[in-house]
């Protein structure tokens, strides 16, 4: 870490600049993470599959001044990382080529014995992550060195972590839940880490019997994936050293807690989080306690209302939108005061999430919904109006609608309906999920499309979009007809 802090400073990274991350899961991703706090600068972590335009995107809205990539990312994003002048790039792998500098070779000329001041502070911002909004335009939260250690030390005592542990970390680095919670969580902890570059169920059943882990954190599609495989198995794996499941980043359903339940007599921990606020609730760690479809009570620190659309708080046992509050609510999003303004209420942020707390179990928490137009597809987050943006764009498209249908895997699959061009009316569904598929990461593209002759909109022209799951199940639009993919 020493050695990537001294090539970061060599190539003039300071406090408070931003330097962007997309790399493939591999160790020099906390490497160099760790070494961008020790400078007081700011990791911003992307997805490795995003598109050269979302890259574009995240590096000139958070105004980095390097980015770290590999060849082949550099390859695809070139044009549009040179076209921002202010941004340099360092690759992880290869050596220096025209635009681009090599980090392999300023670590080798790195001498030992770096030393720095760790300049930042509690309320400096540690890590830009960027969470899809309801305008299509993507904004970067900031989180602050105090947002990260309060929820470390939360999660620590909640949890009961220690270094004992083994945790087998199966998570993407570029998100709060893989790099905050399992990664940090760990070191902080001082337990051990078993790193997986990708999921794949049977992998993670054998490391999890082999490696004697003890922590296993996943999304509710990996837990779906690790039952699959586990009905498949003749032999099932031992899991005597296990201590506890824990999922998030999205429901995990009734149905698939019970079955895991059963099937490996382990009650699955779910707890609830946010890329702005980092963990915020969780249930017990005694299984006893545990229960399905509760988040279960806020972690220490965290302060929980449950509050009306007039802002004051719901009776008891009463569905409202949650507000947190604590030292892990992040310090705004970055170059943006009035989206930064709307979030917050008198030092509330507003989680646009639906919930109730239990007045019979000391304030439980359930969550029943969001108020927010957003889709969760396998854990990673989705706004609808990116997808449109995208479909729009297409030159055969008038006006599209993007949803989100309940799906067994992902939890929710994207899907949209399309409405085409005056004399377009011969493109086929498939040749538009092709232009999602080269403009946007994959997990955001439609896995359905379907061309209707119009948007299903009530009297005021508001598009209805409680109207378009039909579609998707073979039923028509009143006066229209819709062919799909
Ligand atoms: C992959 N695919 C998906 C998704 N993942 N489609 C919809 N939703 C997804 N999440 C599609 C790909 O587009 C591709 O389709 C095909 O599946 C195979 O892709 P592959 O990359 O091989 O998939 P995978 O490796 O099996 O990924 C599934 C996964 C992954 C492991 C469940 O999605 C994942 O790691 N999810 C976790 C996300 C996460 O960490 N969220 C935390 C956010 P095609 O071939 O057609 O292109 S932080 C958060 O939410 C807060 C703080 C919190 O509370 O934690
Ligand atoms: P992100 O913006 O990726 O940080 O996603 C945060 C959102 O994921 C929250 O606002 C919730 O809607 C959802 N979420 C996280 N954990 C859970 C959970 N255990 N149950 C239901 N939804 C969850």
């Given at each position: 870490m020493e050695r990537y802090a001294a090539a970061l400073h060599a190539s003039g990274v300071g406090k408070?600049?931003?330097?962007?991350?997309?790399?493939?899961?591999?160790?020099?991703?906390?490497?160099?993470?760790?070494?961008?706090?020790?400078?007081?600068?700011?990791?911003?972590?992307?997805?490795?599959?995003?598109?050269?335009g979302e890259?574009?995107?995240?590096?000139?809205?958070?105004?980095?001044?390097l980015f770290v990539t590999d060849e082949q990312r550099f390859a695809s994003a070139e044009s549009e990382v040179r076209g921002l002048r202010e941004v340099r790039t360092l690759l992880v792998d290869g050596a220096q080529r025209e635009g681009a500098d090599s980090l392999t070779e300023r670590l080798a000329r790195t001498p030992k014995g770096f030393s720095r001041a760790y300049p930042a502070g509690d309320d400096d911002?540690?890590?830009?992550?960027?969470?899809?909004?309801?305008?299509?335009?993507?904004?970067?939260?900031?989180?602050?060195?105090?947002?990260?250690?309060?929820?470390?030390?939360?999660?620590?005592?909640?949890?009961?972590?220690?270094?004992?542990?083994?945790?087998?970390?199966?998570?993407?680095?570029?998100?709060?839940?893989?790099?905050?919670?399992?990664a940090q969580g760990s070191l902080y902890a001082g337990s051990t880490l078993i790193m997986h570059e990708k999921f794949e169920a049977g992998r993670a059943w054998k490391a999890l019997e082999e490696e004697r882990c003890t922590?296993?954190?996943?999304?509710?599609?990996?837990?779906?994936?690790?039952?699959?495989?586990?009905?498949?198995?003749?032999?099932?794996?031992?899991?005597?050293?296990?201590?506890?499941?824990?999922?998030?980043?999205?429901?995990?359903?009734?149905?698939?807690?019970?079955?895991?339940e059963s099937a490996t007599g382990f009650r699955i921990l779910e707890r609830y989080g946010m890329t702005e606020t980092g963990m915020i609730?969780?249930?017990?760690?005694?299984?006893?306690?545990?229960?399905?479809?509760?988040?279960?009570?806020?972690?220490?620190?965290?302060?929980?209302?449950?509050?009306?659309?007039d802002g004051s708080d719901m009776p008891p046992g009463d569905v409202g939108e949650v507000w947190i509050r604590g030292d892990n609510v992040f310090r705004g999003y970055r170059g943006m005061?009035?989206?930064?303004?709307?979030?917050?209420?008198?030092?509330?942020?507003?989680?646009?999430?639906?919930g109730y707390q239990d007045p019979e179990d000391r304030g439980r928490l359930y969550l029943v919904g969001r108020a927010k137009e957003l889709i969760i597809t396998g854990g990673y987050n989705v706004y609808?109006?990116?997808?449109?943006?995208?479909l729009e764009s297409h030159e055969a498209v008038r006006e599209s609608a993007a949803i989100g249908l309940p799906d067994e895997e992902f939890g929710?699959?994207?899907?949209?309906?399309?409405?085409?061009?005056?004399?377009?009316?011969?493109?086929?569904?498939?040749?538009?999920?092709?232009?999602?598929?080269?403009r946007l990461a994959p997990f955001k593209c439609p896995k359905q499309i379907a061309i209707v002759a119009e948007l299903p909109r009530n009297a005021m022209g508001k598009i209805q979009k409680n109207r378009i799951p039909p579609i998707f199940l073979g039923e028509k639009l009143d006066e229209s007809n819709s062919r799909g993919v």
């Open positions: 408070g600049d931003r330097v962007a991350i997309q790399l493939p899961k591999r160790m020099e991703v906390l490497f160099l993470h760790f070494a961008i706090l020790s400078l007081g600068a700011i990791t911003l972590p992307l997805n490795p599959s995003f598109r050269a890259v574009e995107y995240f590096l000139s809205d958070s105004g980095s001044s911002v540690a890590l830009l992550c960027y969470t899809s909004g309801t305008t299509g335009r993507s904004k970067g939260a900031m989180i602050t060195h105090r947002n990260l250690i309060s929820n470390m030390l939360a999660l620590e005592a909640a949890w009961e972590w220690t270094a004992a542990d083994v945790l087998l970390h199966a998570l993407p680095l570029f998100h709060v839940h893989g790099l905050n919670v399992a922590l296993f954190m996943g999304v509710p599609t990996m837990y779906q994936r690790l039952m699959n495989e586990w009905e498949k198995r003749e032999r099932k794996p031992d899991l005597r050293a296990i201590r506890v499941f824990i999922s998030g980043s999205a429901p995990l359903t009734e149905n698939l807690f019970h079955q895991f609730a969780s249930n017990p760690i005694d299984p006893a306690e545990r229960k399905a479809k509760s988040v279960g009570y806020p972690l220490g620190g965290v302060t929980v209302r449950v509050v009306g659309e005061p009035g989206k930064t303004q709307e979030s917050f209420v008198k030092g509330w942020f507003r989680t646009g999430d639906l609808p109006k990116e997808v449109e943006t995208i929710e699959k994207v899907v949209a309906v399309v409405v085409l061009k005056e004399g377009k009316g011969s493109l086929l569904p498939e040749a538009l999920v092709e232009h999602c598929k080269r």
